[in-house]
C-alpha cells in the first residue's frame, strides 16, 4: 500500500539542487529529500525534547542511586538471588 502523497514546492541552494541532480537519479530524488527531511525532522524533535526535559532528574529524588546506578543494579541482583536462594 502507498503512502498518499502530496507535491510542495520549496526553494532550495543551488548548489544543494545541482549535488542532488548529480548524485541522485531523477526518480529517487523525491524520495531522497523526504528521508532526508524526516531525519532532521526527528533530530530536531529529539533536541527539543532533550532541551525541554533538561534537569528533571533530581538526585534528591533518587537517593537509592547516590553510590551510583551500577552499585544500586549489584544490590537489587544480589538481594534478588538471596530470595531465590532462602
Not at 526518480?27 to 532526508?36: I, W
Not at 549489584?74 to 534478588?80: A, C, N, V
Amino acid at each position: 500500500m502507498r503512502a498518499s502523497v502530496k507535491q510542495a514546492n520549496f526553494i532550495l541552494p543551488e548548489d544543494l539542487i545541482e549535488e542532488l541532480k548529480a548524485t541522485v537519479s531523477k526518480r529517487q530524488q523525491s524520495k531522497v529529500v523526504a528521508e532526508a527531511l524526516r531525519k532532521e525532522l526527528k533530530r530536531m524533535k529529539l533536541e527539543k525534547v532533550l532541551t525541554s526535559s533538561f534537569g528533571v532528574w533530581q538526585e534528591k529524588d533518587h537517593p537509592e542511586l547516590r553510590k551510583g546506578a551500577e552499585t544500586h543494579v549489584r544490590s537489587l541482583r544480589k538481594s534478588s538471588r538471596m530470595e531465590r536462594a532462602g
